[in-house]
């Protein structure tokens, strides 16, 4: 079957696509914000899985891409370039916006082969960004890896500011561990923004153990995340990481980020990792998942 028609038979199925290289299988749903639905190995979920079909939003699926910002944007609103911009709602009651606009948004399957997908989205300035962008996710699976890329491209007639990552879900399991070096956390207040930064030792216990709902600075593009049944390594370009472990939830995150939790109203933005695109400029983000069976 050729690229075209396998295209053509993940759109007829509401954007179900599905590539496999060895025992990997990985799931998309590219009407449901570009998410993976699943991640498994010979069955085992590494991600927090469902089958596409059953996939109800991009909030229950395994990941979901984070752009043109990752977390908060507080109370809606920012200045930029001595104008005034506001975003709207997008989780539930929150008084911020929350992960941008992708997740909310159907992408396009543009290309699909036997281990390899890539999808596209392209914003029109609206209530929720008020800038143009094209963006495009890269899916590659070899026999042990997971390789995703994350393209946006300023398409405005002015610089906009952009932030990239993605939210994957690991499921919670006996004995599952994280191991992971960084040298500062930001604190927050009641609503999740960030209000303090300080010292952190590197991360190593149980998920079980461990209280978590922040964002860590000093971290170098690498995390060991194990359990019973799988030994994970997660690798990004990125520079900052989010760490989410709900002791009530049967799941937990580790989200590469390319910047601080509403960091547009930070003293120095781009200190806080937000970049600034030029019109027509290109901002790549990666993120690889290795996997071993014990």
């Not at 954007?15 to 498994?40: H, M, N, P, Q, T």
């Not at 996710?137 to 994350?150: E, I």
Request: aromatic share 8%; proline share 5%; net charge negative.
């Amino acid at each position: 079957m050729n690229d075209t028609a396998l295209v053509q038979d993940g759109r007829d199925r509401g954007g179900a696509v599905e590539v496999r290289a060895g025992d990997l299988r990985l799931a998309l749903r590219a009407d449901l914000g570009g998410s993976i639905a699943g991640l498994w190995h010979r069955g085992t979920p590494i991600l927090r899985s469902t089958e596409p079909g059953n996939l109800g939003s991009a909030r229950q699926s395994a990941c979901y891409p984070l752009v043109p910002y990752s977390n908060r944007l507080a109370y809606q609103r920012f200045h930029w370039l001595g104008n005034d911009y506001t975003t709207t709602t997008n989780f539930d009651d929150n008084p911020h916006s929350v992960h941008g606009v992708g997740w909310l948004r159907a992408w396009e399957v543009v290309a699909h082969r036997e281990a390899e997908a890539v999808l596209r989205y392209s914003h029109r300035p609206d209530a929720h960004w008020p800038f143009a962008f094209e963006a495009q996710q890269s899916f590659t699976l070899t026999p042990d890896a997971l390789v995703v890329t994350l393209a946006v491209t300023n398409a405005a007639e002015i610089a906009q500011p952009v932030g990239l990552g993605w939210h994957p879900y690991f499921p919670k399991r006996d004995r599952s561990r994280l191991r992971i070096t960084v040298s500062d956390r930001w604190d927050s207040d009641e609503t999740q923004l960030p209000v303090r930064r300080v010292a952190q030792a590197s991360i190593d216990g149980e998920v079980s153990s461990l209280r978590l709902d922040n964002c860590f600075d000093g971290w170098h593009g690498s995390a060991s995340i194990s359990d019973e049944v799988l030994a994970l390594q997660l690798s990004s370009n990125l520079t900052h990481l989010v760490v989410y472990t709900p002791a009530d939830k049967a799941y937990y995150c580790v989200e590469p980020v390319s910047h601080v939790s509403d960091a547009i109203h930070g003293a120095d933005p781009a200190a806080l990792g937000l970049r600034t695109l030029q019109p027509g400029e290109t901002f790549v983000a990666s993120m690889t998942l290795g996997v071993t069976a014990l």
